[in-house]
Nanobody
Framework: QVQLVESGGGLVQPGGSLRLSCAASGITFSRYAMSWYRQAPGKERELVAAITRAGGSTNYADSVKGRFTISRDNAKNTVYLQMNSLKPEDTAVYYC?????????WSQGTQVTVSS
């Protein structure tokens, strides 16, 4: 059974930081490209950041470049999203995704709220 379990979401003030973690089980983690998506109320789910299987390449949405960092630890079957300089518009449910096209798995989502 494949599971992607997130942790680290919550409420933070503007300008603050959070680190999301997504721990995978039931898959050979190192074979999967990993990514983070988010979905704000009334909006479509959007790609935030992605990382290749070995972690050698990353890409980011323009809206988070320079503020968010995606990383992975294949020994721990975990992908991370370090979020700095958070803004109210970063408020959303954040999901991680594991993919070997055309197969993919989603996490359950974790709420991130940026508000004073």
């Amino acid at each position: 059974q494949v599971q992607l379990v997130e942790s680290g979401g919550g409420l933070v003030q503007p300008g603050g930081s959070l680190r999301l973690s997504c721990a995978a089980s039931g898959i050979t983690f190192s074979r999967y490209a990993m990514s983070w998506y988010r979905q704000a109320p009334g909006k479509e789910r959007e790609l935030v950041a992605a990382i290749t299987r070995a972690g050698g390449s990353t890409n980011y949405a323009d809206s988070v470049k320079g503020r968010f960092t995606i990383s992975r630890d294949n020994a721990k079957n975990t992908v991370y999203l370090q979020m700095n300089s958070l803004k109210p518009e970063d408020t959303a449910v954040y999901y991680c995704k594991a993919m070997i096209a055309p197969i993919y798995y989603w996490s359950q989502g974790t709420q991130v709220t940026v508000s004073s």
